[in-house]
């Protein structure tokens, strides 16, 4: 729990909030969770989102975060990201102006969904972390930064997983990526 978020690299604040990337899944014991939002539907509504050619929302979401932490974020270019729900995963603690834990908030996004989920430690709702990290994010659309994780599917459980291509997200500095990374997908035979 840092002392002061504003020298933590990657923080950004808003609605009186700061917002810390998160690699892990935060899990705060007394926190209250709000029902999952479907974001995706929410960023699609906006009129204000560029133009991506065809790409999925996933991208510019990537983009838009990494330009709102200026590059911090807890993925290097080209990275590949492990994921048992398919899912690239965008974290953030939350943190009052004292460095106090509040809560943390999480996009899971692909290309055929993005949910925001939300928890928060009473007092302060979680309604409150969810709405601020959603005007943060809607607040400057366009202002993106280059960026690029490749997600492949690791549950290796899932028939669907088994068969599924990676999928690389982000932007290139000229386009948002929507493109299928089949040298990055798992040998499920070296696991039988």
Excluded at 135 to 163: E, F, I, Y
């Amino acid at each position: 729990m840092p002392d002061h978020p504003e020298s933590s690299p990657g923080a950004f604040q808003y609605g009186g909030f700061w917002f810390l990337t998160d690699r892990t899944i935060a899990q705060i014991p007394q926190a209250a969770s709000c029902p999952a939002l479907d974001f995706l539907e929410l960023a699609r509504s906006d009129s204000r989102l560029p133009d991506l050619a065809g790409a999925p929302v996933a991208s510019w979401l990537l983009a838009r975060i990494s330009s709102m932490t200026r590059g911090r974020m807890p993925y290097s270019y080209d990275q590949v990201q492990g994921s048992d729900g398919n899912d690239l995963y965008l974290g953030f603690t939350c943190h009052g102006n004292d460095g106090t834990l509040i809560g943390c908030v999480a996009f899971l996004a692909c290309a055929d969904h993005i949910r925001l989920h939300a928890s928060a430690v009473p007092p302060v709702p979680p309604e409150r972390l969810r709405d601020a990290i959603i005007k943060a994010v809607l607040s400057s659309p366009q202002k993106v930064a280059r960026s690029r994780v490749t997600v492949t599917w690791t549950d290796g459980t899932d028939d669907h997983a088994k068969h599924s291509i990676p999928r690389a997200y982000g932007f290139d500095g000229d386009r948002y990526l929507d493109e299928l990374e089949p040298q990055h997908a798992i040998d499920w035979s070296e696991y039988d």
